[in-house]
């Protein structure tokens, strides 16, 4: 389940939630027992920001400085999913600065589809911000997106494009997801624009679950060297995290 496919070994998961988030069913501490258990090296802890019903009050961001960097042997980095709002800024406005980094995705729950030129404007608007360095799930034709301008901005704003597990194991309530991940891939191996593959675990078991992504990549025959998964130093420099 941790990804050991296409001839390449998948090593962190950047994008999960806790209890913290509303709606997920673990701790962080058995977030990263899972992670260990799974021998991931790195765990990546994303609450949801501002505008996702139940989540937490940006204070809680504020104190990310002193959450633990090691938990059951696994190195820890925190940031938050932050969403894409129709004015195109990001939802968090506060305490931005004490995350490792920031991913921006577009949520129904907080956000009006204006049809696919608005929302690419809107999307690639946050990707400006400075913290954000990953989109999430962009494969959701309910708020439908223009590939080519996407992958072009993610070179351009050195942004990476995910490829998110549990849409594929839901594509009922992710309209095409398939279908838009075989258009947005391809893509990004042409232009070289780095995918990070991610599981978005909201319960323990589902960390570092990737096997579907996997599944697709291999179909697609996607270049194994453009996953940022597959080497915690690389990520860490991506994302400009040097403590």
Known sequence: MNGKNMGVRLVLDAHTHTIVSGHAFGTIREMAQAAG???????????????????????????????????????????????????????????????????????????????????????????????????????????????????????????ALELNNSSLLKPQFRLNCVENYKTMLPLCQKLGVPVLVSSDAHDPDDVGRFDEALALLEELRFDPSLLLNADVERFKRFIGYTK
């Open 37 to 159: 258990e799974k021998g991931l090296s790195l765990l990546g802890v994303t609450e949801h920001g501002p505008g996702i019903p139940g989540t937490c009050e940006p204070i809680y961001f504020a104190n990310l400085p002193v959450a633990p960097r090691r938990l059951c042997g696994v190195e820890m980095l925190y940031g938050s999913e932050v969403n894409v709002l129709n004015d195109g800024t990001i939802s968090l406005k506060q305490f931005v600065d004490r995350l490792d980094y920031a991913i921006a995705g577009i949520h129904m729950t907080c956000y009006r589809n204006e049809g696919r030129e608005r929302n690419t404007e809107n999307l690639i608007s946050c990707m400006r911000h400075e913290k954000v360095f990953f989109v999430s799930h962009p494969d959701d034709d309910h708020s439908p997106l223009d590939y080519p301008r996407l992958v072009a901005a993610a070179k351009e704003l050195h942004v």
